[in-house]
Antibody
Framework: EVQLVESGGGLVQPGGSLRLSCAAS????????MDWVRQAPGKGLEWVGR??????????EYAASVKGRFTISRDDSKNSLYLQMNSLKTEDTAVYYC?????????????WGQGTLVTVSS | DIQMTQSPSSLSASVGDRVTITCRAS??????LAWYQQKPGKVPKLLIY???TLQSGVPSRFSGSGSGTDFTLTISSLQPEDVATYYC?????????FGQGTRLEIK
């Protein structure tokens, strides 16, 4: 069974940093692209970014709203995905989900974690 | 970037009604379109992918259609448990984009 478990959320001041983790199990993590999606309180879903697999050189892509501030990485040996968030803004307050497609490179998401809440506030 | 626009933003219908939600892409995306259902406090659930393919385990009252720029999600007979917010998503290439959501309530 595919499982994705996020951690690392919490309260951080504007301008601060936070690192989220997503622990994966139940599938061959190294084969898959992995994405981060967020949802601000009471708002819709927003794609944050993606890391591709080793076969595609672990390349990453980001939403314009986070490019240059957020970095997605992965450690295939630990079956883990990470989101390093720097220069945080109040508008980054959201539940952050890691998500996976049905096969290695698909962009729709049958699999989601339960989410971790990030609150950016002074 | 391709924008996804859903209509209506909210909808109220009676149990047993046929409900249709529309999603329009600002550029053609072939059939790279998915629909999700999200109930309050829950994780989004994939309903349909490739515009019209029903995800395993999803009730057959849900269906999707469309290609190019115009897509629809239809619930053939609304049930109380279908109260949720529905999102479309285009996934042909990055950046992935979601529609703004349609909140569905029971009248």
């Amino acid at each position: 069974e595919v499982q994705l478990v996020e951690s690392g959320g919490g309260l951080v001041q504007p301008g601060g940093s936070l690192r989220l983790s997503c622990a994966a199990s139940g599938f061959t993590f190294s084969d898959h692209y992995m994405d981060w999606v967020r949802q601000a309180p009471g708002k819709g879903l927003e794609w944050v970014g993606r890391t591709r697999n080793k076969a595609n050189s672990y390349t990453t892509e980001y939403a314009a709203s986070v490019k240059g501030r957020f970095t997605i990485s992965r450690d295939d040996s630990k079956n883990s995905l990470y989101l390093q968030m720097n220069s945080l803004k109040t508008e980054d307050t959201a539940v952050y989900y890691c998500a996976r497609g049905p096969y290695d490179s698909s962009g729709y998401y049958p699999y989601w974690g339960q989410g971790t809440l990030v609150t950016v506030s002074s | 970037d391709i924008q996804m626009t859903q209509s209506p933003s909210s909808l109220s219908a009676s149990v047993g009604d046929r409900v249709t939600i529309t999603c329009r892409a600002s550029q053609g995306i072939s059939n790279y379109l998915a629909w999700y259902q999200q109930k309050p406090g829950k994780v989004p659930k994939l309903l349909i992918y490739a515009a019209s393919t029903l995800q395993s385990g999803v009730p057959s009252r849900f269906s999707g259609s469309g290609s190019g720029t115009d897509f629809t999600l239809t619930i053939s007979s609304l049930q109380p448990e279908d109260v949720a917010t529905y999102y479309c998503q285009k996934y042909n290439s990055a950046p992935i984009t979601f529609g703004q959501g349609t909140r569905l309530e029971i009248k």
